[in-house]
T-cell receptor, first 112, second 114 residues
Framework: KNQVEQSPQSLIILEGKNCTLQ??????????LRWYKQDTGRGPVSLTIMTFSENTKSNGRYTATLDADTKQSSLHITASQLSDSASYIC???????????FGAGTRLAVHP | AAGVIQSPRHLIKEKRETATLKCYPIPRHDTVYWYQQGPGQDPQFLISFYEKMQSDKGSIPDRFSAQQFSDYHSELNMSSLELGDSALYFC?????????????FGSGTRLTVV
């Protein structure tokens, strides 16, 4: 069964600190993996997208890694800001154009 | 850059009423996907359209229907609304051939059924 598991479920950090979110997947076939930021009540906003051959991709303070052998990905947030408080969702595309498998997300709270 | 536009942003309906949600994809995107996200839940795929034809169907209730028009915008029609239909509904668009980079989500429509 295609699954995407994220950890931790929730995380509280202080402003300015770094954090790393994890995503493990069992999806086949694998097309790509995306990290999204979702504010409460809003649609997901893409942070990074990585294909099989990509190991690292950065977008500002966000850096995603992908290990296709172990089927693991991480999202590292550097120098967190209060506005980083949101849910971060790992989404794996299982080939084709119509199937996205969503992780349950990690709810991040950044406190002053 | 233009994004995926959804309307309305918020909608309050009573039980057994109908609702219509609209989604305007990014220009040159020919595929639209609808998702339903209940409180604290993962988004659930409802239905998708490519070139005005239904391309895939997920967990869409029979009370719901959708279509894609000639300008590629899509509408999700919901009838006999139930309290459990209260959720965030968002759509995404892509170019059919551009799966690796194409998905873009709208901001969603918050539907509340009372």
């Amino acid at each position: 069964k295609n699954q995407v598991e994220q950890s931790p479920q929730s995380l509280i950090i202080l402003e300015g600190k770094n954090c790393t979110l994890q995503c493990n997947y069992t999806v086949s076939p694998f097309s790509n993996l995306r990290w999204y930021k979702q504010d409460t009540g809003r649609g997901p906003v893409s942070l990074t997208i990585m294909t099989f051959s990509e190991n690292t991709k950065s977008n500002g303070r966000y850096t995603a890694t992908l290990d296709a052998d172990t089927k693991q990905s991480s999202l590292h947030i550097t120098a967190s800001q209060l506005s980083d408080s949101a849910s971060y969702i790992c989404v794996v595309s299982s080939g084709g154009y119509n199937k996205l498998i969503f992780g349950a997300g990690t709810r991040l709270a950044v406190h002053p | 850059a233009a994004g995926v536009i959804q309307s309305p942003r918020h909608l309050i309906k009573e039980k057994r009423e109908t609702a219509t949600l609209k989604c305007y994809p990014i220009p040159r995107h020919d595929t639209v996907y609808w998702y339903q996200q209940g409180p604290g839940q993962d988004p659930q795929f409802l239905i998708s359209f490519y070139e005005k034809m239904q391309s895939d169907k997920g967990s869409i209730p029979d009370r719901f229907s959708a279509q894609q028009f000639s300008d590629y915008h899509s509408e999700l029609n919901m009838s006999s609304l139930e309290l459990g239909d209260s959720a965030l509904y968002f759509c995404a668009s892509s170019r059919r051939q551009g799966d690796n980079y194409g998905y873009t989500f709208g901001s969603g429509t918050r539907l509340t059924v009372v």
